[in-house]
C-alpha cells in the first residue's frame, strides 16, 4: 500500500520561501510519478508540479521560476522548494503518486492514484 506523509508547511510572509517535503513508502515499482496539488479555498484542485522517476519535472505557469520540485530516488523524501512566495499561494498542499507511470506520461493532467493527507501552506502580506 502506497503511503504519502506530507510535512513542511506553515505561515510566511509574501517574498519568503518554505520547503515542502513528501516521504513516500510501499512503492512496488520503479517506475513512477510523483506531483505536487494544491487547493484553496472555494477553488478547485490544481497541479502544481510533477516529476518522474527519471527525475524529468514539469511546473504549472503560475509557479515556474519560483517552485522547484526534486527527488533523488523512490526511497527518498519528495520536495517541492517554494521561493518568491504570494498571497495567492496560499493553499492545502497535498503530495500524489502513480506507480507505472513516467514521461510523457507523467505531467499535470495525469490522474494520480494515491494521495497524501496534505499540508497548510498560509501566506501573508
Known amino acids: 500500500e502506497v503511503q504519502l506523509v506530507e510535512s513542511g508547511g506553515g505561515s510566511v510572509q509574501a517574498g519568503g520561501s518554505l520547503r515542502l517535503s513528501c516521504a513516500p513508502s510501499?512503492?512496488?515499482?520503479?517506475?513512477?510519478?510523483m506531483g505536487w496539488f494544491r487547493q484553496a479555498p472555494g477553488k478547485e484542485r490544481e497541479a502544481v508540479a510533477t516529476i518522474d522517476s527519471h527525475g524529468v519535472a514539469t511546473y504549472a505557469d503560475s509557479v515556474k521560476g519560483r517552485f522547484t520540485i526534486s527527488q533523488d530516488s523512490a526511497k527518498n523524501p519528495l520536495y517541492l522548494q517554494m521561493n518568491s512566495l504570494k498571497l495567492e499561494d496560499t493553499a492545502m498542499y497535498y503530495c500524489?503518486?502513480?506507480?507505472?507511470?513516467?514521461?510523457?506520461?507523467?505531467?499535470?493532467?495525469?490522474?494520480?492514484?494515491?494521495w497524501g493527507q496534505g499540508t497548510q501552506v498560509t501566506v501573508s502580506s
Open positions: 500524489a503518486a502513480r506507480l507505472a507511470y513516467s514521461g510523457s506520461w507523467c505531467n499535470l493532467k495525469l490522474n494520480f492514484a494515491d
Open positions: 510501499g512503492f512496488t515499482h520503479s517506475t513512477y510519478c
